[in-house]
């Protein structure tokens, strides 16, 4: 019997020590790494324009942005995801080429910020951040008389209070205070007085942003093909060669690929225009002050929230939803889709111009193999008539006996070949020109 199965029948008590060493583990590091696979570096940009490198695991994302794991799992560079946008009820998810992002009230979540193309996209975002927060900063001043108590949230068309804000969207940058009632009526005033400059939220700035960066990066490889394609197609042309057919085929399998990701993003922007409800969910701000202002309405009033919460969240949101109104935001994404639209019907006509080039290649290809055929068929009939002439002349030249070799003479021999020179060249010209007859050459 084993040793393993005589402990497994005889169990040793517990106070007899294990004689078997304990040898640790080599492999527990990665074990520990492997457990951890799920933390990423996530590039935090909040609304003032300021970026930090944070490492998050897929629960903390999920508890910062109130995200489901389904949504998470677009973003996961090991899966191949279309291009999606993807609005949420705090969150929207933006899966755009390299553009992989989490946009919420008041911080962006970008993945993969460590691509070099992603780094152009981040400038552009701060700079446009850094913008819009000035012009708060600068319409809170005129409109609140120097208030220092205003801070850095965004409505769609005037400033928050930072004091009022009920919740912390970004995870990343705590805004949310405990407000008096002077913070409180102040932040409402400012929030009904829409009459100054318009301001768009911080969510459709990130947005814009990065639906510009992705319809820019596809709107230049789309140029940059298009450049390649008509200088390769121009040499095929003039000269049709192995070399010159591979870099047309090399082109347009580049051709398909990049259409296909235009074509997604495109489908994209025209399904969120046409669904006005996926629209009204991408309005991260407005919703959160209206959720703020039904909450101190529901305060005032006496309500228990801890007993009402689900119900009063769900007729909260509905009704959110019903008063949003979308066209700002339809303005927005119709411009893209216009962009977008614009690229994808450049590389139609980029692949229908290769296309004609395909097609008179083969014409081309097509004439060389005619002419071909017919210098065939000439051959062919020449050596027809020759074969005759050998005939001929194998036959007179037989071993035999006859007068005609008795009394021949050099002239006699000369009118022979001549003759027979003569007959060979009549038959080719009588085959000739039956076959032009019968259109067999031109």
């Not at 794991?69 to 609005?87: F, M, Y």
């Not at 919740?167 to 949310?176: K, M, R, T």
């Not at 140029?223 to 000269?239: I, M, W």
Request: glycine content about 6%; aromatic content about 4%; some cysteine.
């Amino acid at each position: 019997m084993r040793a393993s199965s005589f402990r497994r029948l005889h169990p040793k008590p517990d106070d007899e020590p294990d004689p078997t060493p304990q040898i640790p583990n080599p492999n527990l590091p990665a074990l520990i790494r492997k457990k951890g696979t799920g933390v990423r570096p996530w590039l935090l940009i909040d609304s003032t324009g300021q970026a930090q490198v944070v490492e998050a695991g897929k629960h903390s994302i999920m508890r910062k942005t109130g995200l489901p794991a389904r949504d998470l799992r677009i973003l996961d560079p090991l899966l191949s995801s279309p291009s999606t946008i993807l609005g949420r009820e705090k969150a929207i998810v933006i899966n755009l080429e390299h553009i992989k992002a989490i946009i919420t009230a008041q911080a962006v979540w970008l993945l993969n910020s460590r691509d070099p193309l992603v780094t152009p996209f981040v400038e552009e975002l701060q700079r446009r951040l850094l913008r819009l927060h000035h012009a708060t900063k600068a319409k809170e001043a005129g409109a609140n008389g120097n208030d220092t108590s205003w801070t850095n949230s965004y409505v769609l068309e005037e400033p928050r209070s930072a004091e009022a804000s009920p919740i912390n969207l970004s995870g990343g940058f705590p805004q949310a205070q405990e407000a008096d009632e002077e913070g409180e009526a102040h932040g409402k005033q400012g929030i009904e007085n829409r009459d100054g400059l318009k301001v768009l939220p911080f969510e459709f700035i990130a947005l814009e942003a990065c639906i510009e960066a992705a319809c820019s990066c596809l709107e230049s490889e789309a140029r940059t093909l298009e450049q390649e394609a008509h200088l390769a197609l121009d040499k095929l042309t003039s000269k049709i060669s192995t070399l010159n057919l591979e870099r047309v085929r090399q082109i347009k399998s580049r051709l398909v690929a990049i259409t296909g990701r235009v074509q997604k993003v495109r489908d994209e922007l025209e399904h969120l225009l046409d669904d006005d409800e996926d629209m009204a969910e991408m309005f991260l701000t407005d919703k959160m002050v209206q959720q703020f202002d039904n909450s101190l309405v529901s305060s005032s009033n006496g309500k228990d929230m801890d007993d009402s919460h689900g119900t009063h969240t769900s007729t909260t949101h509905s009704v959110i939803n019903k008063q949003l109104d979308v066209e700002e935001l339809e303005m927005l994404l119709e411009a893209y889709f216009v962009q977008i639209d614009g690229t994808l019907n450049k590389l139609s006509t980029l692949r229908e111009y290769v296309e004609d080039t395909e097609d008179y290649i083969n014409i081309m290809l097509d004439d060389k193999q005619n002419n071909l055929l017919q210098m065939g068929v000439m051959l062919t009939t020449a050596t027809l008539v020759m074969t005759a002439s050998i005939v001929a002349t194998g036959m007179l030249s037989i071993n035999i006996n006859i007068e005609l070799f008795n009394i021949g003479t050099m002239r006699d021999w000369l009118r022979i070949v001549g003759g027979s020179a003569a007959a060979i060249l009549t038959l080719y010209m009588i085959a000739i020109a039956w076959a032009k007859h019968k259109r067999l050459l031109e």
